[in-house]
């Protein structure tokens, strides 16, 4: 809903979509959707193919004050895609128990938000789990796999501010950076980075390419007879990189 649909609550909500499933901009109070489980309901087999396009997002959200969203699962195109208001404004919230299914996940460019218990799965090469080009977004916890090599990160920050801790993410024998960070400011403290011991990467695990970053605490496992790079950065800015292993 466009316009003040501020004060809504929405639970236990199953729905498909070719374009939108949930659209809201305009919300001045809090917006709080629970149990929302977005998939294919219904749908043909030719249908689900643009379900799962990247243009068909689950909840596209400009300004809301105060989005909350818990229980959530997503296996559309995109998960949630956040954008400036009609006004000019942009949503902050909450978001707690999301499930981002095998292709995009969030596709962050305004607001600010926080994600706790959150995880993201990418099941093709395109997918990433979180594209963020600006705002602020910080996770608590939370894991992330991805079962396809890809010259596509599994996260890619561009911008905005990103805030982890305390998580871990998985590329299992797959050549494909992990995180990337091209613009913006990262920190990212004790996550750990899973990858597979004598094993050859051509891709950095970690990759800062420009921004600002603060990485304290990561680890990955030993590389035994592997070859790889865990951490790359590639200019000399204003870092903070310490205990990292």
């Known amino acids: 809903a466009t316009g003040n649909s501020g004060g809504s609550d929405i639970d236990d909500l199953e729905i498909s979509a070719f374009e939108k499933a949930i659209y809201l901009d305009g919300a001045l109070d809090t917006v709080h959707l629970n149990n929302i489980r977005i998939?294919?309901?219904?749908?043909?087999?030719?249908?689900?193919?643009?379900?799962?396009?990247?243009?068909?997002?689950?909840?596209?959200?400009?300004?809301?004050?105060?989005?909350?969203?818990?229980?959530?699962?997503?296996?559309?195109?995109?998960?949630?895609?956040?954008?400036?208001?009609?006004?000019?404004?942009?949503?902050?919230?909450?978001?707690?128990?999301?499930?981002?299914?095998?292709?995009?996940?969030?596709?962050?460019?305004?607001?600010?938000?926080?994600?706790?218990?959150?995880?993201?799965?990418?099941a093709t090469a395109a997918a990433i789990g979180l594209n963020q080009s600006g705002g602020s977004f910080t996770m608590a916890g939370g894991w992330s796999q991805t079962n396809i090599a890809s010259a596509t990160p599994v996260f890619n920050i561009t911008g905005g501010h990103f805030v982890w801790s305390a998580g871990y993410i998985n590329g299992v024998a797959l050549d494909r950076t992990l995180f990337k960070s091209d613009g913006g400011s990262v920190v990212l403290s004790n996550i750990f980075f899973d990858r597979i011991a004598n094993t050859a990467y051509t891709r950095p695990t970690l990759w800062v390419a420009s921004g600002r970053a603060t990485l304290i605490g990561n680890r990955t496992n030993d590389k035994g007879t592997g070859a790889g790079t865990f951490i790359q950065i590639d200019t000399n800015d204003h870092h903070v990189v310490l205990g990292n292993r």
């Open 39 to 122: 998939w294919n309901f219904g749908l043909t087999t030719n249908q689900t193919v643009i379900f799962r396009e990247a243009a068909t997002v689950g909840i596209y959200a400009g300004r809301v004050d105060g989005l909350d969203i818990s229980n959530f699962m997503n296996i559309a195109g995109t998960g949630i895609k956040t954008v400036v208001g009609g006004d000019g404004s942009s949503l902050f919230g909450t978001w707690v128990n999301m499930q981002f299914d095998s292709f995009n996940g969030v596709d962050f460019s305004s607001g600010t938000v926080t994600c706790t218990s959150c995880y993201f799965t990418l």
